[in-house]
Each structure stands twice: as structure tokens, then as C-alpha cells.
């Protein structure tokens, strides 16, 4: 199967669990509850309550998001230059990325239901696998890109050919 086809089957993905969520009811109080105490603020009220209308909905949006974004940084690749490696590189980090996904969003659903969390480093499980799990998984995508731009993405012999060109329709309009 094309990358490409791919790429629009996880939009179809995204496109379908998009129209599921609108066209869901709303859960009771999704718009907060009023305050008691101050006039004018509202409360969250309870987030297992707001989020049961969807299910599971976020959970395989980002999953289906995570997907497309390694595929697209995969197109960003001159398929001749997609070896072994890169795709490992690849795989590895977008599999990173889906097991912090996945675990933010079980530790969050652990603490939806049962109401206590872990703390770490001064912040909730939820937060520190957002912080530092999520955050991390895209600087793994970026470092990829840094440590291995020419060889994958800026290739010495496109950026000659890219040169030549230049230098050739330089000539034909006279600008040499």
C-alpha cells in the first residue's frame, strides 16, 4: 500500500470520529456548573460525566493524528532515501509517541474515575506524561530530522542538482 493511501484512509479516520463528536449529544453540564460561592464562575463539574457522550473518541483521534504525522514526515522524503533505517527511525518514534499518547490518556481516565493520581516531580501522572512524554516523543521527530538531514532530507547530490538547475535557467534568461 502507498503512503499516500495511508495518509487519506487516517483523514477518513479523523474526518469520521470529527463528525461523530458533533453530532453527539452533549453531555449534561457540559458548559460548567454555576457556582455556589461566586457569582459568575463556573465549575467543571465532572469529567467522566462530560466525556461519556464520546467514549473513546480522543483516544483514537490522537491515535489516528499521530499516524498521520509520521506519515507525513515520511513524504517529506524522497522515496529512494526511505532505507531501512529511516523507517525504523521512524517507527521507533512514532511508536513513542502513541505509548505516551496512550498512557496520558489512561492515567487521565484512571484519575477521571477514581478521583486520586500519583504525584511525580510536583505534577500529577496525566500531566507528567504530557510533559514530558508527549513533549518528548515530537523532539525524538525533530532530533531525527537534525542528526540525519543530509543524509534524508537534504540529500548533497539534490542540493547539487538544485544548484545546477538554478545555474541553468540562469543562463537561458541571460542573468549569468
Not at 47 to 75: H, K, N
Not at 144 to 162: C, G, M, Q, T
Amino acid at each position: 500500500m502507498k503512503l499516500i493511501h495511508v495518509v487519506f484512509a487516517l483523514l477518513l479516520v479523523v474526518a469520521g470520529i470529527t463528525i461523530f463528536v458533533l453530532t453527539s449529544e452533549p453531555p449534561l453540564n457540559a458548559a460548567g456548573i454555576a457556582s455556589d460561592s461566586i457569582k459568575g464562575v463556573s465549575l467543571g463539574g465532572d469529567g467522566a460525566e462530560r466525556l461519556s457522550t464520546i467514549g473513546d473518541a480522543p483516544l483514537y483521534f490522537q491515535i489516528a493524528v499521530i499516524l498521520l504525522a509520521v506519515c507525513l514526515l515520511m513524504m517529506g522524503v524522497n522515496p529512494k532515501r526511505r532505507d531501512t533505517l529511516f523507517k525504523g527511525l521512524m517507527a521507533g518514534a512514532g511508536a513513542f509517541a502513541l505509548f505516551a499518547w496512550i498512557m496520558l490518556y489512561t492515567s487521565y481516565q484512571d484519575y477521571l474515575a477514581t478521583g486520586q493520581t500519583d504525584i511525580v516531580a510536583g505534577f500529577p501522572v496525566p500531566t507528567n506524561w504530557f510533559f514530558w512524554g508527549i513533549w518528548g516523543s515530537f523532539v525524538v521527530f525533530n532530533m531525527i530530522y537534525v542528526v540525519f538531514f543530509n543524509r534524508y532530507f537534504l540529500h548533497p547530490d539534490d542540493e547539487k542538482a538544485f544548484q545546477d538547475l538554478v545555474a541553468e535557467l540562469k543562463t537561458e534568461k541571460g542573468d549569468a
